[in-house]
């Protein structure tokens, strides 16, 4: 690309950022949360606010549901003869879990030290501000044309995403479709994202007595099923803290590693607790499974009587390698758990959501003209292509439902965004460059055929 189109669209975007960043901020106050027990009106809220900023921007616009919460479909002709590119983003947030982790309130934005702190501040409405900031910044002369798919509830599954896909397919079909929802690897290198984990939530329940019965009466032959639970739990990795479910598949390994220092400090662990597993960290984080413990549900400590504990439930997370089957890995945790029963003890496994992994190809002219926006975005900086430890379940609907179109998994987000956590940010330098290389991309896209 010239260095003419680089200064225009750099101007054009710095014209625009004011704007966005105000409508950043209005989209950062409505809590539209698609977890069931929240207020599902804020929801319909923010879908509203998303189409009336598509139409604003030139766009036709509509919010569609495919029996799950409400998206926006937005789209723009293009010039005849040019390519499509379908721009992708999610306008539901998670939850802000505890309020009192938060240094200010999680539904406020507020800038600090270059940063706009808030819930949904990067992940994801800040991909959303950059799909309309590189579309603003285009004028009346976009070069491709354009269809904005705004979703409400990647954060819980997006489990109707691919009926709504299939409802307004020909609306949908592009020849490049950005994803903007990942991550970069540094402030100052951008990054493309070549595979997402996939992820599998259960439920597991221990149960071993008829109800608590007295804790001095019965405790020694009579086991509790709270220690039962812990003991299953404690089946799910090895001695080296690698998960020991069989059956979980693996991908590939890494190309760039990361050094334990980061991974320590981004995550904040502790001094003195090791991290868990083998292997190269990137591989761990990013091509093998996962497991976690989510919540439990067993009587709190304060006021739990002497009583042998009835039965006690885990919610279990498994991430799984890029390529990995969800409802084979259900099984493999299914078989997991039946094959170490602790003490005979009763136990079920309910399925609790699950995503697709995605591996994307990034070969070709229009995957290149990506990275070449990318790097001019970054001055020069050509973007690292990275695994995605997260997952992003729509990718694979995409991939189904579009096969012949390239994938470009891009966003907002650097190691310090601090998504799902309290404090949530966006870096508001690097948010400029991401419109800029969104503007670029568009071009080069055009160029490219
Ligand atoms: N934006 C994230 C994906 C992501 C994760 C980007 C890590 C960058 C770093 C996405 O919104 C997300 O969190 N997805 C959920 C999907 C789940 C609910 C199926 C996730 O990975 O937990
Ligand atoms: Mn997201």
Redesign the pocket.
């Known amino acids: 690309m010239t260095d003419d189109t680089v200064a225009r669209l750099r101007t054009a975007v710095g014209r625009e950022l004011p704007r966005a960043r105000a409508d950043l901020e209005r989209l950062v106050r409505i809590p539209g949360i698609a977890f069931p027990g929240f207020d599902q009106a804020e929801l319909e809220r923010s879908a509203e606010a998303v189409a009336e900023l598509l139409t604003a921007a030139g766009l036709t616009a509509e919010v569609v549901r495919a029996g799950g919460a409400p998206a926006v479909i937005g789209h723009r002709p293009g010039p005849p003869g040019a390519p499509t590119v379908l721009l992708y983003a999610?306008h539901d947030v998670q939850p802000a879990g505890d309020e009192a982790l938060w240094d200010t309130p999680p539904f406020e934005p507020v800038e600090r030290d270059g940063r706009l702190y808030g819930r949904g501040a990067a992940?994801?409405k800040a991909g959303l501000m950059a799909h309309l900031t590189a579309i603003r910044a285009h004028g009346d002369d976009l070069p491709v044309g354009v269809v904005v798919l705004v979703e409400g509830e990647?954060?819980?599954?997006s489990d109707s995403l691919g009926a709504l896909i299939e409802q307004h397919r020909d609306r949908l079909r592009a020849d490049v479709i950005v994803i903007a929802?990942?991550?970069n690897w540094d402030v100052g290198v951008p990054a493309l994202t070549t595979s997402l984990r996939g992820?599998v939530n259960c439920v597991v329940e221990v149960r071993t007595l008829q109800r608590p019965v007295h804790s001095g009466i019965h405790g020694g032959p009579v086991p509790d099923a709270l220690t039962a639970l812990a003991r299953l739990l404690a089946t799910l990795h090895d001695a080296a803290g690698d998960v020991a479910v069989a059956g979980l598949g693996t991908e590939r390994t890494s190309t760039v590693d990361l050094p334990e220092a980061r991974v320590r400090a981004e995550a904040g662990v502790l001094a003195g607790v090791e991290l868990i597993g083998s292997g190269a960290l990137t591989d761990r984080l990013w091509y093998r499974p996962a497991l976690c413990v989510l919540g439990v549900d067993a009587p709190p400590v304060d006021g739990s009587p002497n009583a042998l504990v009835a039965a006690a439930r885990a919610k279990l997370s498994i991430r799984l390698a890029p390529g990995d089957d969800p409802e084979k890995a259900l099984t493999a945790v299914r078989e997991h758990v039946e094959a170490h029963r602790p003490w005979g003890a009763e136990v079920t496994v309910e399925p609790a959501g699950h995503?697709a992994s995605c591996v994307i190809d990034t070969s070709g002219p229009r995957a290149a003209a990506v990275r070449a926006a990318l790097r001019a975005a970054w001055d020069g900086v050509d973007p690292v292509e990275i695994g995605?430890?997260?997952?992003?379940?729509g990718i694979a609907a995409f991939q189904d439902a579009f096969p012949a179109a390239t994938i470009a998994v891009t966003?907002v987000?650097d190691p310090h965004t601090g998504?799902?956590g309290p404090n949530e940010s966006l870096h508001l330098g690097e948010f400029a460059r991401v419109c800029l290389a969104e503007a670029l991309l568009l071009v080069e896209v055009a160029r490219a055929g």
């Open positions: 999610h992940d994801d990647e954060e819980y599954g929802d990942s991550t992820i995503g995605l430890g997260g997952s992003i379940p966003g987000e998504a799902h």
